[in-house]
């Protein structure tokens, strides 16, 4: 008998070993060596680094762009999973229960469906790249060509420095959008319509069938989801160095934490200092991960 059982467990092993072993290589070992990194001066041409403590995160404190940085991937942390997940669930509300009968959802929603995800199809590059012949500030431009036409001034939706960090959420939100349709709309596909039909012959009205029924039976979907866009939000870096002027102008106006790391570690070629940066991203991620978990638990309604 113990022998089976020791046979057992180390068949489980045998196969839990392998990606154990990648997992460690490939992503424990890296974050390890971005921490060492964190605290020496590598520029990259040497073969040893010079180890300083902690002095790149003394530099971090008093770096006002990385800083402005900060704010701009907050602002985003706050609106961009608040605004995506109010579209994402009124749309797949109907396309799931905005029937005529409300337990059913409105003809055509599985086209609606396949738009919706289709920026999810589309490469992060392709969709800033997209974006910037959106926002072209000429007569080119897909918003400024109708406004130009009508005898109104072109706006500068990259090139002013208080209206690009909202085009940058704009095109965020648009990408991210679609995904989460899909994934309440498969939310609402499991909760029977058992439990709809009975809350309309009590006398339950759309407004109290979403607020006392279909959000409640979906929190723990919207939890994941507000986990995954407040990392999305956390990163931004494609949209933001692709589509924006200067990568991350105008005047640091757009900039978020990653394009800096990216811009500290390639273009200045401060590998130390910038996994400095790196670290304090790490640490903003994981606290924002740990901190939406633990707000945003309850008891599980079994239904």
């Given at each position: 008998?113990?022998?089976?059982?020791?046979?057992?467990?180390?068949?489980?092993?045998?196969?839990?070993?392998?990606?154990v072993i990648l997992y460690a290589i490939y992503v424990i070992s890296p974050n390890?060596?971005?921490?060492?990194?964190?605290?020496?001066?590598?520029?990259?041409?040497?073969?040893?680094?010079?180890?300083?403590?902690?002095?790149?995160?003394?530099?971090?404190?008093?770096?006002?762009?990385?800083?402005?940085?900060?704010?701009?991937?907050?602002?985003?942390?706050?609106?961009?999973?608040?605004?995506?997940?109010?579209?994402?669930?009124?749309?797949?509300?109907?396309?799931?229960?905005?029937?005529?009968?409300?337990?059913?959802?409105?003809?055509?929603?599985?086209?609606?469906?396949?738009?919706?995800?289709?920026?999810?199809?589309?490469?992060?590059?392709?969709?800033?790249?997209?974006?910037?012949?959106?926002?072209?500030?000429?007569?080119?431009?897909?918003?400024?060509?109708?406004?130009?036409?009508?005898?109104?001034?072109?706006?500068?939706?990259?090139?002013?420095?208080?209206?690009?960090?909202?085009?940058?959420?704009?095109?965020?939100?648009?990408?991210?959008?679609?995904?989460?349709?899909?994934?309440?709309?498969?939310?609402?596909?499991?909760?029977?319509?058992?439990?709809?039909?009975?809350?309309?012959?009590?006398?339950?009205?759309?407004?109290?069938?979403?607020?006392?029924?279909?959000?409640?039976?979906?929190?723990?979907?919207?939890?994941?989801?507000?986990?995954y866009l407040g990392i999305l939000a956390m990163d931004a870096f494609a949209i933001?160095?692709?589509?924006?002027?200067?990568?991350?102008?105008?005047?640091?106006?757009?900039?978020?934490?990653?394009?800096?790391?990216?811009?500290?570690?390639?273009?200045?070629?401060?590998?130390g200092y910038a996994s400095a940066l790196g670290v304090v991203m790490f640490l903003?991620?994981?606290?924002?991960?740990?901190?939406?978990?633990?707000?945003?638990?309850?008891?599980?309604?079994?239904?």
């Open positions: 008998m113990l022998f089976n059982r020791y046979r057992r467990g180390l068949f489980i092993a045998s196969f839990l070993a392998a990606p390890i060596q971005a921490f060492y990194m964190a605290m020496t001066d590598w520029r990259g041409v040497t073969a040893t680094p010079n180890f300083i403590g902690l002095e790149n995160f003394q530099r971090v404190l008093g770096d006002s762009v990385f800083w402005k940085a900060v704010t701009h991937n907050l602002g985003l942390l706050i609106l961009l999973p608040a605004i995506t997940i109010v579209i994402a669930l009124f749309f797949a509300y109907l396309l799931n229960l905005g029937g005529s009968k409300g337990v059913s959802g409105i003809r055509g929603s599985t086209f609606y469906r396949v738009v919706f995800f289709f920026p999810q199809v589309l490469a992060v590059t392709i969709v800033a790249v997209l974006f910037q012949q959106v926002f072209r500030p000429d007569g080119s431009g897909m918003l400024n060509g109708p406004l130009m036409a009508l005898g109104i001034e072109p706006v500068g939706f990259l090139s002013n420095s208080g209206i690009a960090f909202w085009s940058v959420l704009g095109v965020l939100v648009w990408q991210a959008v679609g995904f989460y349709v899909v994934l309440f709309s498969a939310g609402l596909a499991g909760i029977p319509r058992d439990v709809f039909e009975a809350a309309q012959i009590d006398g339950a009205n759309r407004f109290t069938l979403f607020f006392r029924i279909t959000l409640p039976l979906l929190w723990d979907t919207v939890q994941v989801a507000w986990v933001v160095w692709v589509m924006t002027l200067q990568q991350g102008g105008p005047d640091w106006s757009t900039t978020v934490m990653a394009a800096e790391i990216y811009r500290n570690a390639f273009g200045y070629f401060r590998f903003f991620t994981v606290g924002f991960a740990i901190l939406s978990l633990r707000l945003s638990r309850r008891e599980r309604i079994e239904y």
